[in-house]
C-alpha cells in the first residue's frame, strides 16, 4: 500500500502562487509516476500535470506556463508549483502514484485531496 499526503492548499488572489506538496509513504518501491490531478464542482477530475520516475513530465493545456511538477525520487515527494493563479484553478487538487505491482500490472494510489481557492 502507498499512502499520499498532500498539503499546500488555501485561499490566494487571482495572480498569486502556490506551492502543493505530497509525501508518498509505505510500500514506496517500484513507484513510476506521481502527479497532481483535480475536480472542481460540478466537473469531472482532470489532469493536472504528471512527472516520471526519470523526470519528464505531461501538463494539461490550461496550466502550461503557469504551473510546475517536481520530484524528489529520495525523498517520494512530488510538488506543484503553481503560478499566475486563476479563478478557474479553484478545485479540490488531488495527488497521484502509479506503482508497478508485477512485469505487467501498476495500481494507482490517491491521497485525501487538498482545497485551493482562487479569488478576490
Same mark, same amino acid.
Given at each position: 500500500?502507498?499512502?499520499?499526503?498532500? !498539503?499546500?492548499?488555501?485561499?490566494?488572489?487571482?495572480?498569486?502562487? =502556490?506551492? =502543493?506538496?505530497?509525501? /508518498?509513504?509505505? $510500500?514506496?518501491?517500484?513507484?513510476?509516476?506521481?502527479?497532481?490531478? %483535480?475536480?472542481?464542482?460540478?466537473?469531472?477530475?482532470?489532469?493536472?500535470?504528471?512527472? !516520471?520516475?526519470?523526470?519528464?513530465?505531461?501538463?494539461? @493545456? !490550461?496550466?502550461?506556463? %503557469?504551473?510546475?511538477? $517536481?520530484? @524528489?525520487?529520495?525523498?517520494?515527494?512530488?510538488?506543484?508549483?503553481?503560478?499566475?493563479?486563476?479563478?478557474? @484553478?479553484?478545485?479540490?487538487?488531488?495527488?497521484? /502514484?502509479?506503482?508497478?505491482?508485477?512485469? $505487467?500490472?501498476? =495500481? @494507482?494510489?490517491?491521497?485525501?485531496?487538498?482545497?485551493?481557492?482562487? $479569488?478576490?
Amino acid at each position: 500500500q502507498v499512502q499520499l499526503v498532500e !498539503s499546500g492548499g488555501g485561499l490566494v488572489q487571482p495572480g498569486e502562487s =502556490l506551492r =502543493l506538496s505530497c509525501a /508518498a509513504s509505505g $510500500s514506496i518501491a517500484s513507484i513510476i509516476t506521481m502527479g497532481w490531478y %483535480r475536480q472542481a464542482p460540478g466537473k469531472q477530475r482532470e489532469l493536472v500535470a504528471t512527472i !516520471s520516475s526519470s523526470g519528464s513530465t505531461n501538463y494539461a @493545456d !490550461s496550466v502550461k506556463g %503557469r504551473f510546475t511538477i $517536481s520530484r @524528489d525520487n529520495a525523498k517520494a515527494t512530488v510538488y506543484l508549483q503553481m503560478n499566475s493563479l486563476e479563478p478557474e @484553478d479553484t478545485a479540490v487538487y488531488y495527488c497521484y /502514484a502509479k506503482k508497478r505491482v508485477s512485469f $505487467s500490472g501498476t =495500481l @494507482d494510489y490517491w491521497g485525501q485531496g487538498t482545497q485551493v481557492t482562487v $479569488s478576490s
